[in-house]
């Protein structure tokens, strides 16, 4: 038994292997030929995944042995690109729900709003600002106090997301210009 260019090859039998993103083994039994016309039962077992075994009587196999397969050096990449671009974009993910973490989710839904009213009345004093009146009442208060203290939020909150996005877009970017798998390994959020 041999694998030479992703094609398995036992005596005069020769069978193509679908491309692996990761290391495998193929293992091979002897099967009846209503079974398998080839007379072969191919595996290729990922790590971390259930091994394949016949569906016929096993009695009726032969158990052949097995071989390393080695990963296909894109589809490698591609796979190990793609699971440290989750890794980022959870560390990132994390790191934005921490920053807003001292808010209710209520509250936060209201900030734009409070925003647009917080830049209309910068604009005119004299405009409608029911979310920010209401506010500012319960504060005790000027609706002009809390436009100021909103528009500062908003320019806090903006600067220190902005940096963990763009933190974020940076990996991204490094990801993509990887061209080894120990490239992406060594990108870090």
């Known amino acids: 038994m041999k694998i030479e260019n992703n094609v398995l090859t036992v005596g005069e039998v020769s069978i193509p292997l679908g491309l692996v993103a990761s290391a495998a083994k193929v293992r091979v039994w002897r099967v009846p030929a209503a079974y398998r016309e080839s007379g072969l039962f191919v595996a290729v077992d990922l790590a971390g995944q259930p091994s394949e075994v016949p569906a016929c009587s096993l009695a009726a ?5 097995e071989l390393e397969y080695d990963a296909d050096d894109s589809l490698q990449l591609n796979a190990s690109k793609a699971a440290k671009l989750m890794e980022i974009n959870a560390l990132c993910d994390d790191a934005l729900s921490e920053l807003a973490s001292t808010y209710p989710s209520g509250e936060m839904q209201s900030w734009s709003q409070q925003a647009k009213e917080a830049d209309l009345y910068a604009a005119d004093p004299t405009v409608a600002t029911p979310m920010l009146s209401a506010i500012a009442d319960a504060r005790g208060m000027t609706v002009a106090e809390m436009a100021e203290r909103v528009a500062a939020n908003v320019i806090a909150y903006s600067s220190a997301s902005g940096a963990l996005i763009g933190r974020r877009l940076a990996a991204e970017d490094a990801l ?11 990108v870090t959020w």
């Open 61 to 65: 196999t032969e158990y052949l042995g």
């Open 176 to 186: 993509s210009l990887a061209a080894t798998p120990e490239q992406v390994a060594e």
